[in-house]
């Protein structure tokens, strides 16, 4: 490669003139931080079930409740059999068949108040059984 040549004619120097740079020292970091306020931890109150008569969900509670228009209906059923034609089955008895007939009717058909039912009649079948040695329905020779 050839060396270039260059021009022996001088550039004037007044015809572009730039402003001084300045450069300035950055500002300082200044990081603030506010001061919250400490968390307040609120205990939430577990209801105690809305009892009647201040026994706190004893006596009058929403089981309760339920288990005695369990037994009310059961009572409807037993006394009206004409009606109702409830088979007895030989070894759990007239009570009985209504628990069992109650219990799964109630978990198919999604219906609460026949699972209270199935409950209560439970509770009278092992209640006569432990009375009167016998359920009411069963024929024992």
Avoid: C, W
Avoid at 79 to 98: A, E, Y
């Amino acid at each position: 490669m050839a060396k270039r040549r260059r021009s022996h004619h001088k550039k004037s120097s007044s015809s572009r003139r730039s402003a001084p740079y300045v450069v300035r020292a950055p500002a300082p970091i200044v990081v603030r931080t506010t001061s919250s306020a400490p968390v307040k931890h609120r205990r939430r109150r577990h209801s105690s079930g809305g009892s009647v008569g201040g026994f706190g969900g004893g006596l009058a509670s929403k089981e309760n409740i339920a288990l005695g228009m369990g037994a009310l209906a059961l009572g409807f059923i037993d006394k009206n059999q004409d009606k109702f034609h409830i088979p007895t089955v030989p070894l759990i008895g007239r009570k009985g068949s209504i628990a069992v007939i109650s219990h799964f009717a109630g978990r198919h058909l999604h219906m609460p108040i026949l699972n209270k039912i199935s409950k209560a009649a439970i509770v009278l079948a092992l209640y006569e059984l432990g009375h009167d040695g016998k359920i009411s329905g069963v024929d024992v020779v």
